[in-house]
């Protein structure tokens, strides 16, 4: 209790509009979990194979991806709180399209506009790293993200409890008061016109350097590798092979929650006073072996601890941005957040599709490639990144 305690009080420590953006991605990250982990299922119902449930999840990513470059250009040329509030209100019609779904195909345009509504995540790094303290970017970038898995938390313990009562189909109602209210919070933060150095710059900042085309690298690999697994596997794995309920599932996804925000925020400390490579490498390495570990479990107890370990899967790459944040701030900073952005994008559009090939072969094998993949994005971020100077 008292850790929550502590990592509550650090968000105060954040300038005021950080403070905002933190509580409102936690309220819009808490509507998700109310169905998140329980997401593959869903489609099932809606008489999905595995190789769909992919496909599903692989198309959503797409049209994320292509939002991103989009994305920073219009954070180079506008009003960053602006941006912020347009793509929080696009999620809000979504649930409703979600609810009135009667097959796995009619979920897609609900979807496609919930993934578009990512195009703002440029501005939202580019909001961050303008109001962040430059001295110590990868806590503010860590503190401010660690508000996605906060929230996701404890939400899918009270999607559990929901469950009891409803059906999946009813959760989508909660998210949606959710997400308005979230979007709401945005409004008192000041605007944040674009710099003139961003609205004259180039629209795309290309990587310049090895240490760029690392970062480029990872922050494509890291969702890539997850995403073989998690989100849309992982919950079939347990419903499939450990024949867990949707409840229970739930219960495991606030777990997995919980070691993502708890990694988010300690990776973002220790990198900001130690070696970033060897940080993000040890913290994959664990990943890796959370992944394994699932399946040597055997029991919903021994995998607990299992699944809390792999969800640090998603903090090397706060810190990548945070990296990117410190790197040729003279030139835009948004523009290269939305190439790098697409990359990652892509990432989770390869690993979706490939993992409901590998899914539907063996059930283990999405686990195995993820761990694997892990391994090899350790050695490359402990041999290559390496920190840098603010301003380069």
């Known amino acids: 209790m008292m850790r929550w305690i502590g990592v509550l009080s650090w968000s105060r420590t954040l300038p005021r509009d950080l403070r905002l953006l933190f509580f409102s991605l936690f309220l819009w990250t808490f509507g998700l979990g109310i169905y998140n982990y329980v997401w593959s299922l869903y489609l099932t119902q809606l008489n999905a194979t595995p190789e769909q449930v992919g496909l599903v999840s692989s198309i959503g990513f797409f049209a994320a991806a292509i939002s991103?470059?989009?994305?920073?250009?219009?954070?180079?040329?506008?009003?960053?709180?602006?941006?912020?509030?347009?793509?929080?209100?696009?999620?809000?019609?979504?649930?409703?399209?979600?609810?009135?779904?009667?097959?796995?195909?009619?979920?897609?345009?609900?979807?496609?506009?919930?993934?578009?509504?990512?195009?703002?995540?440029?501005?939202?790094?580019?909001?961050?790293?303008?109001?962040?303290?430059?001295?110590?970017?990868?806590?503010?970038?860590?503190?401010?993200?660690?508000?996605?898995?906060?929230?996701?938390?404890?939400?899918?313990?009270?999607?559990?409890?929901?469950?009891?009562?409803?059906?999946?189909?009813?959760?989508?109602?909660?998210?949606?008061?959710?997400?308005?209210?979230?979007?709401?919070?945005?409004?008192?933060?000041?605007?944040?016109?674009?710099?003139?150095?961003?609205?004259?710059?180039?629209l795309l900042e290309l990587p310049r350097s090895r240490q760029e085309l690392t970062i480029l690298l990872l922050i494509f690999g890291?969702?890539?590798?997850?995403?073989?697994?998690?989100?849309s596997f992982l919950p079939l794995f347990f419903h499939d092979q450990l024949h867990l309920t949707d409840s229970q599932i739930q219960l495991l996804g606030s777990v997995q929650a919980l070691g993502s925000a708890v990694f988010a925020i300690l990776l973002g400390r220790w990198a900001a006073t130690r070696n970033p490579g060897s940080t993000i490498a040890k913290e994959l390495l664990l990943v890796a072996g959370g992944a394994i570990g699932i399946i040597l479990a055997g029991s919903p107890l021994l995998v607990v601890p299992m699944v809390f370990l792999l969800g640090g899967a998603r903090a090397p790459s706060y810190v990548a941005y945070s990296l990117l944040s410190n790197m040729r701030q003279g030139k835009s900073r948004a523009g290269q957040f939305g190439f790098y952005l697409t990359f990652e994008q892509l990432g989770f559009v390869a690993g979706s599709f490939i993992g409901g090939f590998l899914y539907a072969s063996n059930h283990a094998s999405v686990l195995i490639t993820t761990s694997i993949l892990f391994v090899i994005l350790a050695a490359l971020a402990g041999f290559r990144v390496r920190r840098v100077q603010a301003g380069i």
């Open 222 to 231: 890291v969702p890539a590798a997850i995403s073989i697994t998690s989100p």
């Open 68 to 202: 991103m470059i989009p994305g920073g250009i219009l954070a180079n040329k506008y009003d960053n709180r602006t941006l912020l509030i347009i793509g929080w209100a696009m999620s809000i019609p979504v649930p409703i399209l979600f609810y009135f779904s009667r097959t796995w195909s009619d979920v897609i345009p609900g979807l496609i506009i919930f993934q578009l509504s990512a195009f703002n995540l440029p501005a939202m790094n580019a909001f961050i790293g303008a109001l962040g303290d430059q001295k110590r970017m990868s806590s503010a970038f860590g503190a401010v993200y660690s508000a996605f898995p906060l929230g996701l938390v404890l939400s899918p313990a009270v999607g559990s409890l929901l469950l009891t009562w409803l059906s999946i189909r009813d959760l989508f109602w909660f998210s949606l008061v959710l997400w308005t209210v979230s979007t709401l919070m945005l409004f008192p933060v000041k605007r944040q016109p674009p710099r003139d150095v961003d609205s004259k710059a180039r």
